[in-house]
Nanobody
């Protein structure tokens, strides 16, 4: 699976962005699709995930209520809608994908073999 992330940019606090992750190269029916982010000087952290086949979504506590993960099957694209952006949301956002991920492991970056190149989100105060 190849992943291409896009949609980042410079936004004022309180604004919104929608990040996209276009997938190619493989069927995704058994894949967990996820977003992680890495702020300057910090480790990469889990943000959100969902199964490509649908069903439950998973979020880090720090983003619940502001971030929404979704997917568009026809475009083989996963989205991350980010509302009410805060300066602490500034980071490079990465999409990730992996088959066979169980629910209790969705937030572990080590279980994902497939990563996009990242897209930078900068939030000004």
């Amino acid at each position: 699976v190849q992943l291409q992330a896009s949609g980042g940019g410079l936004v004022q606090a309180g604004g919104s962005l929608r990040l996209s992750c276009a997938a190619s190269g493989s069927t995704l029916s058994n894949y967990m699709m996820a977003w992680f982010r890495q702020a300057p000087g910090k480790e990469r952290e889990f943000v959100a995930a969902m199964r490509w086949s649908g069903g439950n979504t998973y979020y880090a506590d720090s983003v619940k209520g502001r971030f929404t993960i979704s997917r568009e099957i026809a475009k083989k694209t996963v989205y991350l809608q980010i509302n009410n952006l805060k300066p602490e949301d500034t980071a490079v956002y990465y999409c990730a994908a992996q088959s066979g991920v169980i629910a209790t492991s969705v937030s572990r970056r080590g279980v994902y073999d497939h990563w996009g190149q990242g897209t930078l989100v900068t939030v000004s105060s």
